[in-house]
C-alpha cells in the first residue's frame, strides 16, 4: 500500500478520552459492529452513519488518553476509519493502535489544517499527509 485516499472528520476537541471514543456501557461487547455504531456518538451523534471507508479522523492534542482499553482502537476501526490525525497521542492509545494495525500520525495543529470532508491523501513513499482540497502538504 503506497496511498490511502479518504474524507477528513474534523473533532477539534483536545484530550478526547477513550470513554468518548466508545461509551463504558459498551465495553462488555467485543462486538466490532456494535461498537462500531455507537463510536464517538456523545461529541457527534450518528457519526458512524457519516464515514465511509478509508476516511481519517482529524483531532487536537492527547487523543486517546484515559484508560488503555483496546475497545476504543477497535469501535474507530470497524467504523472503516484508516486512521486517526491528531496533534498527538495518548501513549497507550499509540500501543493499542500498533498492535491493532491502525494508523496514527502525529501532526502539529492539525485540526486547523482541515476542514470537515476534506479530501486527504496519505503518501507513504513520499511520507506525505496531502489535504487535496485545500492543495496543501504536511511532512510525517
Known amino acids: 500500500m503506497e496511498k490511502i485516499l479518504g474524507g477528513a472528520h474534523v473533532f477539534a476537541e483536545n484530550d478526547i478520552d477513550t470513554d468518548l ?31 465511509s471507508a478509508g476516511d481519517f479522523l482529524v483531532a487536537g492534542k492527547n487523543f486517546g488518553c484515559g484508560s488503555s482499553r483496546e ?27 500498533k498492535n491493532n494495525d491502525f494508523f496514527t500520525f502525529s501532526l502539529e495543529a492539525a485540526p486547523k489544517k482541515f476542514s470537515q470532508n476534506d479530501k486527504i491523501e496519505i ?3 513520499a511520507k506525505k499527509i496531502k489535504n487535496l482540497t485545500q492543495k496543501t502538504e504536511f511532512d510525517f
Open 123 to 125: 503518501d507513504f513513499s
Open 21 to 51: 471514543i466508545i461509551a463504558a456501557n459498551f465495553l462488555t461487547t467485543f462486538d466490532k459492529k456494535i461498537l462500531a455504531q455507537h463510536a464517538l456518538e456523545n461529541l457527534r451523534p450518528n457519526f458512524f452513519s457519516q464515514i
Open 71 to 97: 475497545h476504543a482502537v477497535w469501535a474507530l476501526q470497524a467504523t472503516g476509519l484508516a486512521g486517526v490525525i491528531a496533534e498527538n497521542f495518548a501513549r497507550i492509545f499509540l500501543r493499542n493502535s
